[in-house]
């Protein structure tokens, strides 16, 4: 295992992370999930993402279950609030009642001291941005939590958090949590310079596009079964759809050439070209059996060259190579 800064921070967490979103606590056997982790732990992933929300609450509890055996210093637990866990009005959002209610909790299912990184699941226009990070300050004060991050921020609002941070002297934040992935680039323009700068890393989830980055899904066929896709919760399947396109499906196969002459699945290229980028500090993963977790580690020994990065780009942006 091969293992990043988080940021600026001195955490080391691992280059593959394994997430809870879409299969822990619920969507995937508890056993299953859980021979998942140690499967990872096993191969050297130290860092472990959830959230509140997932499954509203029983992922964590999945995730803190099957850590509970490790020693807590060996490996970094991450998760998040922001999105409702009920029905009133202060049961969601980033206000300080929320946040340390929220943490609260996820101490409780996770069975831990403290959370290594705990992130804002998305942006709370409704809550001053300083009330926000003084709750989150206070809480690594308090030991709760060691590191704050967020999750699909748009550069601005990274910009300000830092600069409220810096003016108020309290703790910034040293990571951003993104969607990101071949076929979904938007941090690059942005984001990724803010955070150079600022010492913010990149967490980046669906580094395989919700699976079509595996090559598993084929134009005009039937989505195979068991996959996300072909799950009729259209919570999950709607997630997927907006890359079957006959452009993406395009890439898809000019890509998995390319991989086949690196002698590497599509998806093990997928993940090597996310870590071409300094800023990411971790790719997260899902796995649903053991044998993901073994592949997706698989993409470390990727080594992809100038050569083969241009390649990648001229298909990525449809020119010719």
Same mark, same amino acid.
């Given at each position: ?5 988080? =940021? ?5 967490? !691992? ?9 822990? =606590? ?43 055996k490790y020693p807590r210093?060996?490996?970094?637990? /991450? ?16 206000s300080r009642k929320h ?55 748009k550069a601005s609002q990274?910009?300000? /958090? ?12 040293? !990571? ?43 134009? =005009? ?48 290229? /997928? ?51």
């Amino acid at each position: 295992m091969k293992y990043r800064r988080l =940021g600026r921070s001195g955490l080391k967490v !691992s280059e593959i992370a394994l997430g809870s979103w879409l299969t822990y =606590g619920g969507y995937t056997e508890d056993q299953a999930a859980t021979a998942c982790i140690d499967q990872a732990y096993e191969l050297g992933i130290n860092f472990f993402d959830t959230a509140n929300v997932y499954r509203r609450g029983e992922a964590e509890k999945v995730v803190g279950k099957a850590l509970a055996k490790y020693p807590r210093e060996s490996y970094v637990l /991450a998760t998040k609030a922001f999105w409702p866990m009920g029905e009133g009005p202060n049961d969601r959002g980033l206000s300080r009642k929320h946040i340390i209610e929220q943490v609260n909790a996820s101490l409780k299912r996770l069975n831990v001291d403290y959370i290594d990184l705990w992130q804002c699941h998305r942006y709370d226009q409704e809550t001053p941005l300083d009330e926000t990070l003084r709750a989150i300050d206070d809480l690594i004060t308090q030991g709760k939590i060691l590191y704050a991050g967020v999750s699909e921020w748009k550069a601005s609002q990274i910009a300000d /958090a830092l600069h409220t941070a810096d003016k108020l002297l309290l703790d910034r934040i040293v !990571s951003n949590q993104p969607q990101y992935s071949m076929l979904e680039r938007y941090i690059e323009p942005e984001i990724i310079p803010l955070s150079e700068r600022e010492g913010v890393g990149q967490v980046v989830w669906s580094p395989l596009a919700q699976g079509m980055l595996t090559g598993k899904y084929k134009q =005009g066929e039937a989505h195979p079964a068991g996959s996300r896709a072909a799950v009729e919760d259209k919570a999950v399947s709607g997630t997927i759809q907006r890359f079957f396109t006959a452009e993406n499906f395009a890439k898809v196969e000019r890509l998995q050439t390319v991989a086949e002459r690196k002698a590497c699945s599509l998806a093990q290229l /997928a993940i090597a070209w996310i870590l071409r980028q300094p800023n990411v500090s971790a790719a997260i993963v899902g796995a649903s059996r053991p044998e993901q977790v073994v592949e997706n580690v698989k993409a470390l020994d990727v080594v992809l060259s100038a050569g083969d990065l241009e390649e990648i780009e001229a298909i990525l942006t449809q020119q010719r190579a």
